[in-house]
């Protein structure tokens, strides 16, 4: 089955740059997403990228693509205080597919 | 006005007890979910309806038995509530091809 793995921790600094890392099974994945976990609430989409790019950037967000290896990757830029939160990395095949979420990777900025 | 909510937001029971979550969206979406998470944070998907269409029923007990009256309702009900049901249950809704998911805020559950 499917499986999505993340590292569980990442402490950064405020103003330093965040890069928060996943891998993936799954070499049917069509779309692979970001999401921002804030402590007492649901998941909020953040970014997502088609499986054939390999870069999308969105103001502070980078996201890069290594398709062969399988791993994504969230690069955070200025990171500031109201950046920590639980990023979770997840993949589909797109449409009602089912949705896989990573193990989730808690972020810590530190004033 | 909040696209996808869930009552209650927590609910307390003891085991044996019967309980159900209620979820609606009103994003006029096709799809709708329930997801476990974990007290790990661990998120995994139990169920999944596409136009009151079971689509996706993951390897959950029998116990858990979701329902849609409609395409904006999802509900949960839980018979028999076992301490390991503990967790924050999320509904989530979805429409088109890129499977982003929209989440009500949780329903936290604690079965003592």
């Known amino acids: 089955g499917e499986d999505v793995e993340q590292s569980l921790f990442l402490s950064v600094r405020e103003g330093d740059s965040s890069v928060i890392n996943c891998t993936y099974t799954?070499?049917?994945?069509?779309?692979l997403y970001w999401y921002k976990q804030e402590p007492g609430a649901g998941l909020q989409l953040l970014t997502y990228?088609?499986?054939?790019?390999d870069m999308k950037q969105d103001q502070r967000l980078t996201v890069l693509l290594n398709k062969k290896d399988k791993h994504l990757s969230l690069r955070i830029a200025d990171t500031q205080t109201g950046d920590s939160a639980i990023y979770f990395c997840?993949?589909?095949?797109?449409?009602?597919?089912?949705?896989?979420f990573g193990t989730g990777t808690k972020l810590q900025v530190i004033p | 006005d909040t696209a996808v909510s869930q009552t209650p937001k927590y609910l307390v029971t003891q085991m044996g007890n019967d309980k159900s979550i209620k979820c609606e969206q009103n994003?006029?979406?096709?799809?709708m979910y329930w997801y476990k998470q974990d007290s790990k944070k661990f998120l995994k998907i139990m169920f999944s309806?596409?136009?009151?269409?079971?689509?996706i029923n993951e390897t959950v007990p029998n116990r858990f038995s979701p329902k849609s009256p409609d395409k904006a309702h999802l509900n949960l009900h839980i018979n028999s509530l076992e301490l390991g049901d503990s967790a924050v249950y999320f509904c989530?809704?979805?429409?088109?091809?890129?499977?982003?998911?929209?989440f009500g805020e949780g329903s936290r559950l604690t079965v003592l």
């Open positions: 994003l006029g979406h096709d799809t």
């Open positions: 309806y596409n136009n009151k269409e079971l689509i």
């Open positions: 997840a993949e589909s095949s797109g449409g009602y597919q089912k949705v896989t």
């Open positions: 990228i088609f499986s054939n790019m």
């Open positions: 799954d070499s049917s994945s069509t779309y």
């Open positions: 989530a809704s979805s429409q088109g091809t890129t499977g982003e998911l929209f």
